[in-house]
């Protein structure tokens, strides 16, 4: 009978199905390439643009929730599924990143890499699967089965290469911060129940906790969620287990799974949690500000690539964070309107980050396997030898600086714009400080700038720095179509951002009670026609037909020849490959402005050294400060409680037999 | 749509491209002028133009075509920022494609791209011009937002147009926080603009060089159109800070062809101010160590935060 009242949900779980049996059917040849690559790995992709659609079926304006119980689980505890527009949306996000990302990886797993490419089919689709039911989930033991089925997957994910010990360390690490993170998601829903005892969602949206309670919750699923989004301090398994992951699981973790935090903290603190206080904004805005910030500068002097990224990931995700600061602190002070800009403004950037993160790892990938090389100090040059992944990966690059008129600046002149609306806030000294915060937006944002030239320069641009880029073969065709269609999606989002603006307004709708004004089909005017407006798509017309008219002209007016020679350079003969700025040289002024916020670590030759050496190695403070002594306290803590533990089987029998004492008084 | 806004907007970016080298050369003569030297003619840029453009270009033997769109992108981001930026009339219909953050963006995208030009070659100077124009261009964005989020609270929109029409409109009233921020704005100009005492136009001393050394590989044609968008990003910032600070002149919504006389007659008579005004500050000051130069971003960043907190405190 549900069946038929939950259509969407119902071919949603047929996907899900298809993909169980696509991984499933992996394991039936494990070590056959072909089979996994060229039949697999597509029919996956087809599946994630299904998904993709009933993300898009279901953000409809006129669509009502649908729910569906399966009769699944253990007794008296079935499944609630429950797919609404804010589930929709990710799932629109899960499927068509994910879709780019599976046909990049059927041309990109090869065997004889760690786990064998049918297992590796197997985990990567259970891992998908995971991820899109976290998002429909609709009860506290469904979501935490889901939540756990995708960290576990995505655990042995990240150990693919687990023959190499600092890998196996990296998803140790990850699997810890995970599991910290799922417990206090688990409390969370304890405080959420109110007493109910009652663990559906339904019945948590119903009570009105107290303001105490209430802020306890939300406190627990901000950690909960926060560790697994990567929030400062808790990301310190971001930047370890993103580059140990084959690169097509990196884009899935940083462009997907962060994104299934986000959904997290959405979901408790605009649905389950429905009114909040304002400080709640002001401490996830503070936060998501100090995480940005944290993770580019910090993304700026790293010299490997996917290290890079992981960082850059960090910061996005404090962007998105403070996204939601915004909406919750304009909810709480009943400014609907820009609440509904803040948090559009959190879910575009959430969309546009899937799609250029994505892109980029996707692309580090192609340039791995070209040339075996992470460390971007032997990197160089390769726009001349892998002229498609250079190309497609400038436009991730150009999107994720947020540079107009592609879409990563839409998502931070929407951000920017909630800014600027914050003093009307009627709290003293909040409406004051809060202008502020832009202004560490805008650094942030000037400084991904930086990092981002960093990245594609020393990459692609300059000399090859070794002898054996030479020889770097472009991406085959199965790579080079997944990188074109996640180019395309950065290009279309930023030409049309109404496209994503709508998506997100049955959402706010629900949320905080108003949505953004949608402007026309070119212009976005999300407050007042007069007040803010930006049109990509016009945009990107004035840029290309003045750049064909000016070269047209020139040609015409002048003349086209050209002669190759040498680099000028000055004048200097002697020129090396190794004379260019390397990834440190190109972080340097980083390393110099913002000096206190590293651990530097550094060794200089001496001046009369005849084969000198430089060294330098940048740690991040809070792994001293805060997780070592919290490593060393525990580890003090289960010494002091081994004490009692003796080894002998009377020592223990004792042990138990007081115990029963110990109950029966206590009891009688 | 009918025609004649686009013309008026096409005049407006004719006027603009032309008057951009023109501006350039009227600073060289002010400064040549304080400085005691004969002045060059005020149509020299305009010439070298021309010589440049008959040049066959050289390129290096490895440039990529990123290196040859560059230029190209870096005058389309020019000339549309000067599309964007209300210099004679307000009601421009291109200026609502893009508000002043866009404009931000703008002025980005064009650093990025000279940027990644000037580390395709691979050459030492290239890439060391890279990385400090990066610097500067990190630091200076967020000074120049600050700036332009004075100019947003006290008009409420972020659009050009409509901020120009309300600090223009009458009564005269002088914004306190407009203050701070044109002291900051013009701390940014020169930064960003590659002017001392960040950059020194002239220079020709390799290791001192930001906008000189990402350049050193262009040539010809190519080295004309960095040269030209240059000389508008000039022009744009010193009309951007006319169109916040002394908006007075402009034609508004509904002025007729007179009043457009009029806010031409005025652009030239504060181009001519300002590029004396530039002249004098290049000739009085000398050029900062590379890395004196984020204390002087960061006091233009705090003037401009400063007066954010005052319209904020004085409610004004």
Not at chain 1, 24 to 38: F, K, S
Not at chain 2, 113 to 133: C, H, N, V, W
Request: proline residues 6%; positive net charge.
């Amino acid at each position: 009978m549900e069946m038929v009242a939950a259509p969407s949900l119902t071919v949603l779980l047929a996907l899900v199905a298809g993909w169980m049996t696509l991984g499933l059917a992996g394991l039936i040849r494990p070590h056959h390439v072909g089979l996994v690559g060229r039949a697999l790995f597509p029919l996956g992709a087809l599946i994630g643009l299904g998904v993709a659609l009933v993300g898009l079926a279901a953000l409809r304006p006129d669509r009502l929730a649908e729910q569906l119980v399966l009769p699944l689980g253990l007794p008296d505890l079935p499944f609630h599924l429950r797919l609404d527009a804010l589930s929709g949306f990710f799932l629109l996000l899960q499927g068509a990143v994910g879709a780019g990302i599976s046909i990049f990886a059927a041309g990109y797993f090869r065997a004889g890499e760690g786990t064998a490419p049918g297992l590796l089919c197997l985990q990567y689709h259970v891992f998908l699967a995971s991820m899109v039911l976290v998002v429909v989930a609709d009860d506290a033991y469904f979501f935490m089965v889901a939540w756990e089925t995708m960290a576990l997957s995505s655990y042995f994910l990240v150990t693919t290469q687990h023959r190499i010990p600092e890998i196996r360390r990296a998803g140790f690490l990850y699997l810890l911060i995970a599991h910290v993170g799922a417990i206090s998601i688990l409390l969370s829903f304890g405080v959420l129940q109110g007493g109910s005892w009652k663990f559906t969602f339904d019945a948590m949206r119903g009570p009105t906790l107290s303001p105490a309670w209430a802020t306890v919750a939300f406190l627990l699923a901000l950690v909960g969620f926060g560790a697994k989004a990567g929030l400062v301090p808790l990301h310190v398994w971001l930047p370890e287990a993103h580059p140990a992951a084959p690169s097509p699981v990196s884009a899935l973790m940083s462009g997907l799974m962060l994104k299934t935090a986000v959904y997290g903290v959405l979901r408790v603190s605009f649905d389950l949690l429905h009114s909040g206080l304002w400080w709640w904004g002001a401490l996830v805005l503070a936060i998501g500000l100090f995480t940005g910030l944290f993770g580019v500068v910090f993304a700026a002097v790293q010299t490997d690539m996917k290290r890079l990224l992981a960082y850059s990931s960090i910061e996005n995700v404090g962007l998105i964070f403070s996204g939601i600061g915004l909406a919750i602190l304009f909810r709480a002070f009943d400014l609907r309107l820009f609440a509904a800009l803040a948090l559009s403004a959190a879910l575009i950037h959430t969309l546009n980050h899937a799609f250029f993160k994505s892109l980029l790892f996707l692309a580090t990938g192609s340039v791995l396997h070209a040339t075996g090389e992470r460390n971007l100090g032997k990197l160089g040059g390769l726009i001349r030898r892998m002229p498609w992944v250079a190309v497609l990966a400038l436009v991730g690059t150009l999107a994720i600086a947020g540079l107009p008129p592609l879409n990563g600046f839409v998502s931070e002149w929407l951000l920017l714009q909630a800014f600027l609306s914050t003093p009307r806030i009627p709290q003293p000294f909040v409406n004051m400080l809060i202008p502020l915060g832009a202004a560490a937006l805008a650094l942030t944002a000037a400084l991904s700038a930086y990092v981002m030239v960093k990245f594609y320069g020393v990459i692609f641009l300059g000399q090859p720095r070794e002898p054996a880029l030479m020889k770097a073969h472009d991406a085959g065709r199965l790579q080079r179509l997944g990188l074109v269609w996640l180019a395309a999606g950065c290009v279309v989002l930023g030409a049309f951002p109404q496209l994503a603006l709508t998506a997100t307004a049955g959402i706010t709708r629900a949320a905080v009670g108003d949505a953004v004004r949608m402007g026309s089909w070119a212009f976005v005017a999300p407050l007042a026609p007069g007040q803010a407006s930006y049109s990509g798509v016009l945009l990107w017309v004035g840029i290309l037909g003045v750049v064909a008219v000016t070269f047209v002209l020139v040609r015409r007016l002048y003349h086209g020849r050209v002669r190759r020679t040498a680099p000028w350079d000055c004048g200097d003969p002697w020129q090396t490959p190794r004379m260019q700025d390397t990834a440190e040289g190109f972080g340097q002024p980083i390393r110099h402005i913002f000096g206190s916020a590293f651990r530097i670590d550094r060794e200089l030759p001496s001046p009369w050294d005849s084969a000198p050496r430089y060294r330098v190695q940048i740690e991040d403070r809070i792994w001293r400060a805060l997780y070592l002594p919290l490593g060393r306290g525990v580890q003090r803590l289960a010494d002091a409680v081994a004490v009692i533990q003796g080894g002998r089987l009377a020592i223990y029998l004792l042990y138990a037999f007081l115990t029963l004492i110990a109950l029966l008084v206590f009891v009688l | 749509m009918t025609a004649a806004p686009l013309v008026r907007q096409a005049a407006e970016v004719v006027l603009a491209m032309s008057l951009a080298p023109l501006f350039i050369g009227w600073i060289a003569q002010c400064r040549a002028w304080l400085q005691n030297r004969s002045a060059p003619p005020l149509l020299q840029p305009w010439r070298t133009l021309r010589k440049l453009f008959w040049k066959d270009a050289t390129l290096a033997e490895h440039a990529s075509p990123l290196f040859r769109l560059t230029p190209y992108v870096l005058f389309g981001t020019m000339v549309l920022a000067a599309a964007i930026i209300p210099t004679v009339a307000t009601n421009l219909p291109f200026a609502w494609v893009a508000d002043a953050i866009a404009l931000v963006g703008l002025f980005a995208t064009a650093r990025v791209f000279i940027s990644l030009a000037a580390m395709d070659i691979g050459t030492a100077f290239g890439t060391l011009g890279a990385r400090r124009e990066m610097m500067v261009g990190f630091l200076a964005e967020p000074a120049l937002l600050m700036v332009f989020f004075n100019a947003f609270l006290i008009s409420g929109s972020t659009a050009l147009p409509s901020v120009v029409e309300r600090l223009a409109a009458p009564p005269f009233i002088i914004y306190p926080s407009l203050a701070f921020a044109g002291v900051a704005f013009v701390m940014v100009l020169l930064a960003e603009n590659a002017r001392l005492p960040i950059d020194n136009p002239a220079t020709h001393l390799e290791l001192t060089m930001i906008h000189e050394a990402m350049v050193l590989e262009y040539s010809a044609r190519h080295l004309a159109l960095v040269e030209w968008a240059s000389a508008l990003k000039l022009f744009n910032y010193a009309c951007l800070g006319f169109a916040l600070f002394v908006p007075w002149g402009l034609a508004s919504r509904d002025s007729g062809p007179g009043a457009v006389l009029v806010a031409v007659v005025a652009l030239l008579l504060k181009l001519g101010a300002a590029g004396a005004v530039l002249a004098l500050v290049e000739t009085v000051s000398a050029k900062l160590r590379i890395f004196r130069a984020p204390e002087f971003l960061a006091m233009a960043f705090l003037l401009a935060v400063l007066g954010l907190l005052v319209h904020l405190l004085l409610g004004a």
